[in-house]
Every structure is written in structure tokens, then in C-alpha cells.
């Protein structure tokens, strides 16, 4: 049972921007990291980053360091996910997830420590 809502997904060219949303219509997301993961055909999921309680903290894998930013407003109960200079590559699903209380590498790397999810939005990045 999904219970988070993505937004934002769509086409996009090489080199431009994406800006994704994850809310969460019955579920308050402060006090928990949210993180961001994605899921290319034919392959596993895998993690994107993810962001502290009070969005101080956020940390990335790191094929996507210096190009994805993950930010959040609590008073509007949402997490975003700033997607720059994409590539060809970056054409996935993109879920985020809610749980545990603590953001690091460690963290932004496995979806063991979330436990509510989305189900996803696709993101296609084409020429």
C-alpha cells in the first residue's frame, strides 16, 4: 500500500531540469528523513540521496552529487527533489520513502531503513 504521492515526472532534454514532489495526503513527513531512490528497466532500485529532519542534512550517492539537490518545507508537508543536468541514464522511475531519523551515506544507499513509500513517478529524458 503506497501512501506517499511523486509528482513532477515527465520528458525532458538532455541537460535540462526536473523538479519532483513527495507529499504525503494522510502522513506528516517532519521528524522523519525522507529519501529519494530510482529504478531503471532491468535494474534494482537504487538510492538517490536523502535529507534530514530539518533538510540540514541531505546526502547523495554519489552519481548524482553536484547535479540532484534534495530540499524540503515541513509547513507544506513536502520534499522535493531538484533534478539538474540530466542525462540519458537518469530515465527511471523515482519513489521517495519515509523512515528512520538519521541521513548519512549509509542511509541514502539502502531502502532497509524506510518503510513508507510512494509509487514513483517516471521520469525520460530523450534527445
Known amino acids: 500500500q503506497f501512501e506517499l504521492v511523486e509528482s513532477g515526472g515527465g520528458l525532458v532534454q538532455p541537460g535540462g531540469s526536473l523538479r519532483l514532489t513527495c507529499a504525503a495526503p494522510e502522513l506528516k513527513l517532519d521528524r522523519y528523513v525522507i529519501g529519494w531512490f530510482r529504478q531503471a528497466p532491468g535494474k534494482e532500485r537504487e538510492g538517490v540521496g536523502c535529507i534530514g529532519t530539518t533538510g540540514g542534512s541531505p546526502s547523495y550517492v554519489e552519481s548524482v552529487k553536484g547535479r540532484f539537490s534534495i530540499s524540503r518545507d515541513n509547513a507544506k508537508n513536502v520534499v522535493y527533489l531538484h533534478m539538474n543536468a540530466v542525462e540519458s541514464e537518469d530515465t527511471d522511475t523515482c519513489s521517495c520513502?519515509?523512515?528512520?531519523?538519521?541521513?548519512?551515506?549509509?542511509?541514502?544507499?539502502?531502502?532497509?531503513?524506510?518503510?513508507?513509500w510512494g509509487q514513483g513517478t517516471q521520469v525520460t529524458v530523450y534527445s
Open positions: 520513502a519515509r523512515g528512520t531519523t538519521v541521513c548519512d551515506a549509509v542511509v541514502t544507499a539502502r531502502t532497509y531503513f524506510f518503510n513508507v
